[in-house]
């Protein structure tokens, strides 16, 4: 029998995994547990050897994290790589502590280097400092590969990580401040929609990005954690073709919440943060060449009435 425990198991992504459980991705011989932050901080050491010492886990799933959009990460870069690196090199060090098989840890493609060749893929990660906007967070998630080789090379330990793109679905963090783009959005539409107002996208829409639907990422996660080999990341991410504008995005969010597309004004004076950060799947695709992804317009709907559905409790 397995035991994973799924650090940060709360979350958005952590809400992924569980809806792929749940929607035909259980087996029989594997025990789930998802953790919050109120069953121990893991930035302490000795509440995150608590944690392992209490549920004794065969496998880690670990997502848990100080995460944030653009603007909160501009704000607290500090506490972003501080925080990060006591999380990450706690939960490392209790696993190989209490012998786990296997860990799986969530980096992200924002950690790339700023100045780059594109599409950017696995082999880059170390390459160049990254973009200004979020060096603290980006940093701490670089230093994660950096021990799982190390782990590997001195102990043989099979810790790994993969690396998703900007991710998106129900449960997300709605908070418009802290928050990313499209839980962002998706919360200011509500509003606007309510007080009569104008929808206001921050920046010049102009950027890129590709936006994987949670319960996707849930599903190649799972799939991580029982078959991929390597100690080296994988970027998880849908085809290049998939890449969208941000006034793309603020466009879909406005369809699917019923909001006319001539009442979005752009606030000009908000930071771009970084142009883009294309990523390849040429590796993801080597694996699982016919994984499907949830096309964005369908998971910007679910999101949307996810949220118009769920209000009260949100987090926002
Ligand atoms: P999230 O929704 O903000 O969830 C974060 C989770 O971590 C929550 O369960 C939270 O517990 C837990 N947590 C935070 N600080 C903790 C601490 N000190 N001790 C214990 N638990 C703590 O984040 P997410 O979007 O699911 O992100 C999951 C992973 O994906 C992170 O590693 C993140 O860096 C990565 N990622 C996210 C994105 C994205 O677009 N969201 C993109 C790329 C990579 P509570 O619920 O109790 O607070
Ligand atoms: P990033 O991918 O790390 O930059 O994360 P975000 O999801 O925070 O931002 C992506 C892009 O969306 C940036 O170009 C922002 O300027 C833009 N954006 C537009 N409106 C919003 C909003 O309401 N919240 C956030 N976080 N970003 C927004």
């Keep these: 029998m397995k035991r994973v425990i799924v650090t940060g198991g709360t979350g958005l992504v952590g809400k992924g995994i569980e809806a792929a459980l749940a929607h035909g991705d259980a087996r029989d011989d594997e025990e789930w547990i998802f953790l ?4 121990g901080d893991l930035s302490d050491l000795e509440a995150t050897r608590a944690i392992f010492a209490k549920h004794q886990p065969t496998h880690v799933i670990h997502l848990a994290a100080m995460v944030g959009g653009l603007f ?29 098989e296997k860990v799986v840890s969530c980096l992200s493609t924002c950690i790339f280097p700023d100045k780059t060749t594109y599409p950017i893929d696995e082999t880059m990660v170390h390459l160049g400092p990254p973009h200004s906007s979020n060096f603290g967070y980006s940093h701490a998630k670089r230093m994660v590969d950096v021990y799982n080789r190390a782990y590997h090379a001195q102990h043989g330990s099979k810790f790994t990580s993969v690396i998703p793109t900007n ?11 802290d928050g990313h783009v499209i839980p962002g959005l998706i919360h200011k539409v509500y509003k606007a929609k309510a007080a009569g107002e104008k929808l206001t996208c921050w920046g ?30 994988i970027i998880l991410s849908v085809d290049e073709a998939a890449e969208v504008s941000i006034r793309d995005v603020v466009h879909k969010v406005a369809d699917a919440a019923g909001f006319s597309r001539d009442d979005v004004v752009f606030d000009t004076d908000k930071a771009d943060g970084q142009f883009k950060k294309t990523a390849a799947n040429t590796k993801l695709r080597k694996y699982l060449p016919d994984f499907k992804f949830t096309p964005i317009d369908e998971g910007i709907k679910r999101s949307v009435d996810w949220f118009f559905e769920n209000y009260e409790q949100a987090r926002k």
């Design 204 to 233: 010049s829409g102009t950027p890129l990005r590709q936006f994987i639907y949670s319960e996707d990422l849930g599903r190649l996660m799972i799939w991580a954690l029982r078959e991929y080999p390597e100690i080296d990341p």
């Design 72 to 100: 909160r990460n501009m704000k607290y870069n500090l506490d972003f790589l501080r925080v990060n690196m006591a999380i990450n090199d706690n939960v490392l060090a209790c696993a190989h502590e209490f012998k786990v």
């Design 167 to 177: 991710i998106y679905g129900p449960h997300d963090n709605f908070n418009i401040d």
């Design 36 to 39: 919050s932050s109120k069953d």
